[in-house]
């Protein structure tokens, strides 16, 4: 039994620092003003995640032993659940995963049906991960429009916007974008944080290839090439290798062009390690050794991780890190 005293003495172990963070970010306040305190914050989460267990035929005793147990384990500090589990169970918003990644395919509707499942996932404080490489490039032709796409980094603005008015909110997770080397804007994305703030709401990594990485070591002073997709609209002579585009875009953001870069692949790595230096972005992620590990390979390749990196993830897929 959790009694009044025992919640107590758990409360006078945390340090006045300690109490600030956990009222700004994880305890409760109701309608009346009145905050709950860490001890009370424990307990919602312990009784709201036991719970789970009458789904599986647990009876109520078994439910109770198991809530009072898991108080304990996070009052002595042995374990604490991610901050949206702190923050969300049995607060009456369901999400209690810290991280998702989200799909992003190449259509009007799948990115601003992607915006808004991650802006409501934002509001509950989710960090989010997505890759960019499957909405074709800037200038490449629209079927639906007749005209050209404004290419994805110029959707990765859209987005950063967007979890810049919900941050303003004071709810907000961290997110990452990934694109691979592969792709015919990877200039433009390992650019995109060339301005301090400019993108503030998103960490960048590219993703590097065995055949970009192989290139490097043995053949750096080659030309590369990116890959143009299938499904995108297909080049004069049917070519599936184009070089590099530098987007062209005017000051009100507006994409009015793009034109074909030479570059080797020891020139492309060298933009990667200066924008780094520069602006602490953006990262590698070496891709293919990721979808050596996949635990799940029938579900497909994994294209994207949680914000900081530390769980590579499917579509819809979610950690607790």
Known sequence: MITKQRKEEINRTFSENSLRILKKRYLLTDSKGSQESPADMFERVA???????????KDSKLVKKIEEDFFEIMARKEYTPAGRTMTNAGAGTMLVANCIVLPIEDSMESIFQTLKDAALLQQAGAGLGFALDRMRP???????????????????KIYNTAFGIIKQQGRHGANMAMMSVDHPDILEFIRA???????????ISVKVTDEFMKKLVESPDDEWY??????????????????????????????YGSEEVDITVRELFDEIVNYAWLNGEPGI????????SNPLPDFGPIESSNPCGEQFLHPYDNCNR
């Open 47 to 57: 009784k709201y995640l036991a719970a789970v267990e009458k789904d599986y035929g």
């Open 138 to 156: 800037a200038m490449a032709k629209t079927v639906k429009s007749h005209g050209t796409s404004s290419g994805p980094v110029a959707f990765l």
């Open 193 to 203: 944080k060339q301005v301090e703030g400019e993108i503030r709401n998103f960490n």
């Open 285 to 292: 992620v070496f891709i293919d050794t990721v979808n050596k």
């Open 226 to 255: 990116c890959t143009w997709k299938k499904e995108w609209p297909a080049l004069p002579d049917g070519a599936t290798k184009v070089k590099p585009r530098r987007v062209l875009t005017h000051p009100n953001g507006i994409v």
